[in-house]
């Protein structure tokens, strides 16, 4: 038993309600919420060697045993979730508050991102299918006020498409719930899997497609991604950073839990499928479009095929091999999305015809920000996405997984060619002449930047200019080049979380089930 | 090795630190690494060439055989030897070509920070291309050809700013990244197949079977598209667009002989394996005479040797992809006769460019007399591509040809033989064009050309902007005139290769035989064929090549399909959206149905008639309100309708959740009633070709699905629920004697902490919209849209039953 294990959700609960209570102190609310995310991942990171010593820590709360009362369990792979999650939602808020923008001086930002910070936490440490449903609510709805925040008309037109397709996630999942609860009788996450293997066929079948819709909309699978380019890009850049590197892993995260523990290896032939569409279609949109942000979204959708491919091949090695993508695209992805928002805060604009153009000229050093996550992302060795995909890939082989490897290996190319693009309009390309920024935030910025474009020599101080902006990119880059460097050792806990995720039956009688029923008499 | 591959890095990454203003100072740090690379591959190449490889290895992630191993053997040897010693004098040759002119602007004149950058790439390379050259373990071989394929594609866009070096960059980024994965793809094959990770164990010990087929072949492929191979060449000359010490080193002397370099290492084993001699003579010949042709039409003195580099690959890959001892042992002579003349070429072009300021044939003249030292350079290096006596690449191309007329390997030998013959007369004819072009002319070669450059202008260069070139063309001359000791020299290298190739050997009097009558005839038909082609010279740049124009339609074809495909999933119509989504929910509950969901037994239809009543006017609302198109009607009948579900409620005994229910829809209405004073009146017709009852139809599906599945599910419990403990522990251990309050706020009280969170999340954000738009009024005086309420407040309304129904 580690009751201190709730901590996690308690810390950045508590410091949501503080923060709210500080409404109209800027400076106090921000101290409040860097400090409760910062404890956040001290404490996720002592889950993480917990739980790698110990295998599986629960906390019965409320004191009720399994199954009255709602349990938290951390294994080896939702300890790696918290922490890899709470990181990122560590740097982003910082590098939020070094934006300066409209949306972060609102006096809701820190509460409601403090409540996004919870909601991840409880869902990657749900051990009820319940609550799992509760956590999505959690994060769903700050993510609704998020989206929103500014609260312009393209905001809200893009949060509308947003907010109502998560709104069918949830009912979707409450449903899944509902009936995995009227046929089983139980929601606890350790006792399901004896029960639904009780099941009629079909049921168990329909609970099972029906947990995959819901989380397959989350987590913007074939068919059912068409929302999230349509509503991220229209997002402040640091929120779709955290919503693009977290929160559609939320719910792959759910889909690992359960197509791994819940019904493992049923549908293999059905995820094959799903995988490859989602890769290609995918990175088709990334291709098609023309513009930095909406580029990175279609390629949220095409990486989380990768991800549901490792799943279909099945398998230690191929679960080891999607837990280590995950692990791997989450800072990708986020540091990806956190450079865009220094070229939109530097030039107003993400486009990749002109707008942008020759920002190496302006700041090599941004320039290799960008590169390094985005050749990972492409697949280029010795970056952490090569690791991936070769994990994927040697996976896929060894299982006669023939055509989704091929085309995995295809799409990687077709990454290429839209990470290019970026490169070729966004970073290479003459400086064009600056024009007066599209709306009033941008207006200091913008006066600086004149007089280094008269220079005629490169703008050393783009990175100067957002000091906070850029530290937190490069931490978050020089996170991911440590996973790549770490590949070894990270590699063998991903294994070894495969490894714990292989065997669900014996969640049951497991040391943590059977010392809370001891406990409580 | 591995401190050598550091010191490269270490050296990029100070040319490359920001703010530098060394400018092309830097490239003296760049040429350190390579300097100490080729003076320590002297010492060591003793012990090497006796037989004892040097190894090194370095553990990344074992699970995945990702492991960095390095084994140096003869041809390791050479192959670094070559990267080094031309990096080196690349590297201090730039400290030249990068110097700003007096009087004149040179071509290549940029800001010092682009040329630290340039040095810093550049020593980059050399880096990864000896780790290449060294490499064995695949991912090793792998992960230095991926990063060749990078440094490349920055190095050719570096004049970023002119589109066409973007897209040639690009160009060769994708053809060379595809052949990378490719190669990917076969090494990972070869790897599961052979349980081994090294090309060394590989070879010792070959795999075979069709998968091993499949694998050769995308390794040939990845092999074909870095050494620009047919049908893949059509990258290379592109590449030119680097400056020319990038295109001496890169795209001619280097890394283009990574592909060269892995099919040596793979021929002598695998050359029999299935379709591989094959591809082999096709590819490489099919690069023979495409590119030798393709450099007889064109203008830009550089562009013509590129593409006679294409066609002096394509000879090599035939010479080491036939695989057999001769051959590959002459392969090896030639791709060394090669890197020589050809970076001797190329710089010396570079020179050419620099002090006249042009590269173009039709316009240089009379240089010959104004630069003798340099057009001695030139004709020797060129003497050497030609295959003429007594260079190093005439006695290697005579020991290919007499390589190929005895192979034993059936037709392909003849045919092999015949095609290396005819691209020797191309080879011939464009160098006479190329370097007479440079050289020899006083006269313009047309009159109504580009005016051509007056000679007496032109600036003579420093003898340390010669020197690179002068001694790379002195060694092709003296590697021909010393013949004997440096073919057993190279015997001793290619004996790594296939132990039998060190009996190879090469000489610059062969006898009267038949190679050297090949050799001969070459010559005079090479000659006629440049006199043929200069007098029916037009002088006009050549169109782009067939390849270059199918890469475009292919690529432009890429991204209309895309756009196309993007047009369909992404119509950005929330309607079309559901139907998918609502679609897939249908499907999945029929797959379950047809699955068999078991039997369900005694349907509890109705209790009462009242109950019936609830149930048909709930549905009943539900269905008109599908069919409304004004959004006040459709509003109302969906709160009807709730109202209708909390009947349902209460008739079964739970009044507390009709209340909720109750409540929750009344307050909804409300909530809509205030956001419909903003939105039209009526919904936006569907498109006309949806079906007028799709919508209808989807919903009753969906309906029927879920109520049916829901039966099925709940009939299918054999175990008892968690729900009656509640009953049993709710009024001895917790103390309530309402099993519903007890649940909600003892059994599951963090539930129910999560969901007043969202509740209390959702009025921030209703009152974050509210003084928004009241902000923004204030503003400029618009009307703010305030929809966003109205789906904050649906989103309550799931909210709160949830709590109950969870308990329940």
């Known amino acids: ?521 | 090795m591995i401190p050598l591959l550091l010191l490269h890095l270490l050296a990029a990454a100070a040319c490359l630190l920001p703010g530098t203003r060394a400018g092309r100072r830097t490239f003296a740090v760049a040429a350190v690494p390579p300097a100490a690379t080729f003076l320590w591959l002297l010492t060591v190449a003793g012990g090497v060439l006796d037989g004892t490889p040097l190894v090194a290895d370095l553990t990344w992630v074992p699970q995945l055989g990702l492991t960095l191993q390095f084994r140096m053997d003869g041809f390791g040897l050479l192959m670094g030897l070559l990267v080094s010693g031309i990096g080196t004098l690349v590297m201090a040759y730039s400290l030249s070509y990068f110097r700003p002119h007096g009087d004149h602007p040179p071509r290549d004149d940029r800001a010092p920070d682009e040329t630290a950058r340039l040095a810093g790439l550049l020593v980059a390379f050399a880096g990864a291309m000896l780790g290449l050259v060294l490499s064995d373990g695949f991912f090793t071989l792998f992960l230095f050809w991926e990063l060749t394929s990078v440094t490349s594609y920055l190095l050719i866009g570096i004049d970023d700013r002119a589109a066409a070096a973007r897209a040639a960059a690009q160009r060769a980024f994708l053809v060379t990244g595809a052949g990378g994965l490719a190669l990917l793809g076969g090494l990972v094959l070869l790897g599961q197949r052979s349980g081994t990770t090294t090309l060394s164990g590989l070879v010792a010990d070959p795999p075979s079977g069709t998968l091993v087929t499949v694998a050769l072949v995308l390794v040939l492929t990845g092999a074909f598209a870095k050494s620009a191979q047919f049908p893949l060449h059509f990258w290379l000359p592109g590449a030119m667009a680097a400056p020319t010490p990038v295109s001496a080193y890169l795209h001619s002397a280097t890394m283009v002989k990574a592909g060269i370099v892995l099919v040596a290492r793979l021929a002598p084993v695998f050359a029999d394996v299935g379709p591989w001699r094959a591809l082999v003579v096709v590819c490489g010949g099919a690069s023979l005479l495409v590119g030798g042709a393709r450099a007889l039409r064109e203008q830009d003195a550089k562009l013509a040797l590129a593409h006679g580099t294409v066609s002096q690959l394509g000879l090599i890959m035939i010479l080491v992809g036939l695989g057999t001892p001769a051959t590959t042992y002459a392969g090896v002579a030639v791709l060394t006769a090669h890197a020589l003349f050809k970076a001797s070429l190329f710089l010396t072009i570079g020179v050419v460019d620099h002090e006249a300021g042009t590269r173009d044939l039709r316009r240089l003249r009379g240089l010959g007399r104004r630069l003798p030292v340099l057009a001695a350079v030139g004709l020797t290096a060129g003497a050497s591509m030609a295959a003429i006596p007594p260079t190093l690449g005439f006695v290697a191309k005579e020991s290919g040809i007499a390589a190929l007329e005895d192979t034993g390997i059936g037709m392909l030998g003849p045919a092999a033989l015949v095609l290396v013959v005819v691209g020797s007369v191309l080879t011939v004819a464009y160098t006479l064009r190329t370097v007479g072009g440079l050289f020899g002319r006083d006269v313009p070669a047309g009159d109504d050309g580009p005016a051509p450059i007056d000679p007496a202008a032109v600036h003579r260069p420093s003898v340390a902007f010669v020197a690179a070139p002068a001694l790379l063309a002195a060694l092709s001359l003296a590697g021909g005139l010393a013949a004997a000791p440096v073919g057993a020299w190279l015997a001793e290298v290619a004996g790594s290769l296939t132990p039998a190739a060190a009996e190879g050997y090469l000489t610059l009097w062969p006898g009267l035989h038949l190679a050297l009558g090949l050799s001969a005839a070459a010559w005079v038909l090479g000659a006629a064929l440049a006199e043929v082609v200069r007098r029916r010279e037009r002088g006009d740049e050549p169109a782009p090549t067939v390849a270059i124009r199918a890469y475009a339609a292919g690529y432009d074809g890429l991204l209309r399909g895309s756009r196309r495909l993007t047009a369909v999933t992404q119509s950005g119509s929330l309607p079309a959206y559901l139907t998918v989504v609502l679609t897939t929910l249908v499907i999945a509950l029929g797959a379950a149905w047809l699955r068999g969901t078991g039997p369900v037994d005694d349907v509890p239809w109705a209790e009462s008639w009242l109950q019936v009543l609830a149930a048909v006017v709930t549905g009943g609302l539900a269905l008109a309100m599908v069919r409304a198109r004004r959004r006040f009607t459709a509003a109302l009948l969906l709160g009807g309708s709730g109202y209708g579900l909390a009947l349902v409620f209460l008739l079964h005994g739970a009044p507390d959740l009709a209340i909720t229910q109750f409540l929750i829809d009344t307050l909804s209405i409300v909530l809509f009633l205030l956001v419909m004073a903003r939105l039209p009146d009526r919904f936006r017709a569907p498109p006309s070709w949806v079906p007028d009852g799709l919508r209808l139809g989807l919903a009753v599906l969906v309906g029927v699905a879920v109520a049916g599945f829901s039966l099925a599910a709940s009939a299918a419990r054999s175990e008892p629920s968690v729900g009656d403990e509640y009953v049993l522990r709710s009024e001895p251990e917790a103390g309530g004697r309402n099993v519903v309050n007890v649940t909600i706020v003892d059994f599951r009280g963090f539930d129910t902490l999560g969901e007043i969170t969202v509740l209390g999340v959702a009025a921030v954000g209703v009152v974050n919209l509210v003084t928004a738009a009241r902000r923004r009024q204030r503003r400029d005086g618009a009307t703010g849209p305030g929809t966003g309420d109205g789906d904050d407040g649906g989103r309550t309304d799931a909210g709160a039953p949830t709590a109950a129904e969870g308990a329940s």
Not at chain 1, 186 to 208: C, D, F, H, I, S
Not at chain 1, 313 to 330: M, P
Not at chain 1, 463 to 480: D, I, N, Q
């Open chain 1, 1 to 521: 038993m580690t009751p201190w294990m709730a901590l996690c959700i308690v810390v950045p609960l508590g410091g949501a309600a503080v923060s709210l209570a500080l409404h109209g102190r800027l400076l106090a609310q921000r101290v409040i919420g860097v400090a409760a995310v910062a404890t956040t991942v001290a404490l996720a990171l002592a889950v993480l060697v917990q739980v790698d010593h110990d295998g599986r820590i629960s906390a019965d709360l409320g004191g009720w045993p399994v199954p009255i009362g709602i349990t938290l369990v951390a294994d080896r792979l939702s300890a790696l979730m918290l922490v890899i999650g709470t990181v990122m939602l560590f740097a982003v808020l910082v590098y939020a508050l070094g934006q300066r923008a409209q949306d972060e001086r609102s006096p809701w930002y820190v509460p409601v991102y403090l409540v996004l910070t919870a909601g991840v936490c409880q869902a990657f440490l749900a051990g009820d299918l319940f609550n799992l449903f509760v956590s999505f609510e959690v994060l769903l709805m700050s993510s609704y006020v998020l989206v929103t925040l500014e609260g312009n008309d393209r905001q809200i037109r893009a949060g509308i498409t947003y907010v109502v397709i998560n709104v069918i996630e949830s009912t979707l999942l409450l449903l899944a719930v509902a009936l995995v609860f009227a046929a089983t009788g139980t929601l606890n996450l350790a006792e399901l899997p004896r029960r639904l293997a009780e099941l009629p066929a079909g049921v168990a079948l329909g609970l099972n497609l029906l947990l995959l819709l819901a989380f397959g909309l989350k987590a913007a699978v074939f068919p059912l991604f068409s929302w999230l380019p349509d509503s991220y890009p229209a997002a402040p850049s640091p929120v779709t950073a955290v919503f693009a590197g977290l929160l559609t892993k939320v719910g792959v995260y759910a889909i690992i839990r359960t197509q791994t523990q819940l019904f493992p290896g049923e549908l293999r032939t059905l995820l094959m499928v799903v995988a490859g569409l989602t890769m290609v279609v995918g990175v088709l949109g990334a291709i098609a479009q023309s513009d930095m942000k909406r580029i990175l979204s279609f390629h949220i959708v095409s990486q989380i095929g990768y991800m549901v491919m490792g799943l279909a091949i099945g398998g230690v090695a191929a679960i080891a091999a999607t837990i280590f993508f995950v692990l791997h695209q989450i800072p990708t992805k986020t540091s990806l999305f956190l450079v865009e928002g220094i070229v939109e805060r530097e030039t107003g604009t993400s486009s990749t015809t002109g707008g942008a153009a020759g920002m190496a000229r302006r700041s090599g050093p941004l320039a290799l920000l960008f590169l390094l996550p985005a050749l990972s992302l492409a697949g280029i060795p010795p970056l952490s996405g090569f690791v991936g995909k070769v994990a994927l890939v040697e996976s896929g082989f060894a299982r006669d997984a023939w055509v989704v490897t091929a085309v995995a290996l295809g799409v990687s190319l077709l990454t290429l060619v839209s990470m290019v693009k970026i490169w070729s309009g966004v970073f290479w390309g003459d400086v064009p002449g600056r024009t007066a920024a599209t709306d009033g935030t941008l207006g200091t910025d913008a006066a600086e930047g004149r007089d280094d474009r008269d220079g005629e020599r490169p703008v050393a101080g783009v990175l100067r200019r957002h000091p906070l902006m850029s530290a937190v990119t490069g931490g978050v880059v020089a996170l991911t080049l440590a996973i790549a460097l770490l590949a070894g050792p990270v590699y063998r806990y991903c294994e070894r979380a495969a490894r714990q995720l292989a065997v669900p039956a014996g969640q049951v009688g497991g040391p943590a089930a059977g010392e809370a029923r001891g406990e409580n008499p």
